[in-house]
């Protein structure tokens, strides 16, 4: 049994090629700052009405994320200071309602033990 040295790219390919994917590491805190910017001013660069819809329709879909995302972006608007008081409260009426949503109990499990 010989080793052939080979390049980043050829082994990588023949990795593909046998169906097994490399990992994707996980964001760093520079990234995650950099991500919970971009999603801060695209929200608040929309209407207080539009950003309600947006965070209400998240809010059903994704009630935990939603959750972690209003933290984010709260803190990441008093860090930099932006008040926007229509648009916060928009965001906490949307995570009141992940909350509730939450805290629902599903139909048929009331007895469920």
């Known amino acids: 049994m010989s080793i052939e040295p080979c390049t980043k790219q ?13 990992p994707k590491p996980e ?3 520079p990234e995650i700052y950099r991500q919970v910017e971009a999603r801060m001013t695209a929200l608040i660069n929309t209407s207080a009405s539009d950003c309600a819809i947006t965070m209400d329709a998240r809010a059903e879909r994704d009630p935990v994320d939603t959750i972690g995302e209003v ?9 930099k200071g ?9 965001m906490l009426r949307a995570a009141r309602k992940a909350l509730n ?3 629902e109990v599903p139909n048929g499990t009331e007895n469920r033990d």
């Open 71 to 79: 933290t984010q972006l709260l803190v990441m608007m008093n860090h």
């Open 27 to 29: 964001p760093t805190g």
């Open 10 to 22: 050829d082994f990588e390919e023949g990795l593909r090629e046998d169906g097994i994917d490399q």
């Open 82 to 90: 932006i008040e926007k008081k229509s648009h916060r409260q928009a």
């Open 101 to 103: 949503s939450i805290g």
